[in-house]
């Protein structure tokens, strides 16, 4: 495949090493010195578009894929306020959206885990459920997007819970997520389950940036060919 990389900071970086590795080529990297004046006929040279920016320009770079007709991957979070406004306009183009909060392997089965945990715990409400996230100093958005996930997950799964909350709460209908900003933590998240008598908890650590850049890499595999707006449940299929 030729990829176009948007967004070439440390994760573009690793993307571009694992695609190279599977025999793929870059033919357009965007950074800080050409975000605002790359164009769609540059965007046209490549197969597919990798996404790794920042929330305040992903909606943008989807919508100058779609104009240009390549399908693109996304792993920019801090957005999803907007997704259904995407989807709509994917549609409308006739277009190809592939979109993840997590991009590793190992966190979408820490996913299907987390489904799992809140459904066995929704018949003990004398548990306490709460969240940690970890992320490096230089994630621009908090909570992360797979903590996000993860909440949402256990919301729709626990009677008890309605809503989350990027802090503390007394509320025992609210989520608490915790964000810690640390070094260069790849990213680390825990969800708590805690009685007086004890306590259950799930955790998932990336020791590296690497899994999510394989990841995205098999996204892009993916996607290739396909029409519409897809996840990491249909390439673990």
Not at 39 to 67: G, V
């Amino acid at each position: 495949m030729n990829i176009a990389l948007i967004g070439y900071g440390k994760m573009g970086k690793e993307i571009e090493h694992v695609a190279l590795s599977r025999g793929h080529k870059i033919v357009l990297k965007v950074d800080i010195t050409n975000a605002s004046t790359f164009t769609i006929d540059e965007l046209r040279q490549a197969d597919i578009a990798i996404e790794f920016s920042t929330p305040e320009s992903a909606i943008d770079n989807i919508y100058k894929c779609f104009d240009a007709g390549i399908p693109i991957v996304v792993g920019t979070t801090g957005w999803m306020n907007r997704l259904e406004e995407v989807k709509q306009k994917c549609a409308e183009k006739d277009q190809t959206l592939f979109y993840a909060s997590n991009y590793s392997i190992g966190v979408n089965l820490f996913f299907k885990l987390n489904q799992y945990l809140a459904k066995l715990m929704n018949s003990y409400p004398d548990y306490t459920i709460t969240m940690e996230e970890i992320h490096h100093v230089h994630k621009l958005d908090a909570p992360s997007g797979t903590a996000i996930s993860l909440a949402n997950q256990v919301i729709e799964l626990n009677d008890n819970k309605n809503k989350w909350v990027n802090n503390t709460t007394d509320n025992k209908n609210e989520l608490s997520i915790i964000s810690k900003r640390i070094d260069e933590v790849p990213g680390t998240h825990t969800v708590t389950y805690s009685s007086p008598v004890d306590e259950i908890n799930i955790t998932h650590i990336a020791h590296s940036r690497k899994g999510f850049a394989l990841g995205a890499v098999l996204a892009a595999e993916f996607t290739i060919g396909k029409k519409g707006v897809f996840g990491m449940n249909d390439l673990l299929k």
